[in-house]
């Protein structure tokens, strides 16, 4: 009988067999087909991963999500991103990713897809950047049926990170995680709408209450200018 293993010392072929099983997940994600996760689990451990614990299996999947997230690349949403994958661990998936075609996109190139900008900027905010960014002085209106613009991810990331898991507006902590990163919304103090920018200087970090309260309290101009008090660096534009 074969001693099952948790997260140590993964091969070469282990791994590969981990993402060769993720991107059939992912593809058939991507294509609007179902599948299920336990079946894939077990199906791996019946075959190439035999001496491998059903959530060693889960947390490398976990791993492979982390690495695609800070590639840029789309992961499979039933697998939250682990927030500590192993450099060795890292440096396999990541060769393994490679001899399959994947390569790491710009997690730093603005973009007016919310569910891309939210992903580049959680990839990151992991990489703690250090100086504040640039950002978008006049965003640009994507074309869309619905109003939306260009935006920039490191402003994102950053001004989250400069809140520190902690509402720039009420001080509370983020309500709850999202990727493994404290949840807060980033809010244009001057409105995109009107002509504001996309730079750190008019972006605050919110809680969710706190980001509606500011598009639609009946307080929201004094709530305005309690950010422009509480928050340094914001400049009126």
Known sequence: MSVKKKDSDWSVSEIR?????????LALELSGQTFVKTAENLALRETALPTRTKGSVEFRMQNISTILMEMDREFIKGYKPARNVGSNVEQLIRAALTERGIQPGDPSAPTADEETLERRAAALQKQKIKEPPKGIKKPKRAASSR???????????????EAEGHCDGCGEPAPFQKLGLPYLEVHHVKPLAEKGSDQVTNAVALCPNCHRSCHHSDKKNELTALLYKQVARLIPE
């Open 17 to 25: 067999a981990a993402v060769d099983a993720y991107l059939k997940m």
């Open 147 to 161: 109003t939306a613009y260009v935006r920039d991810p490191e402003v994102r990331a950053w001004v989250r990170n």
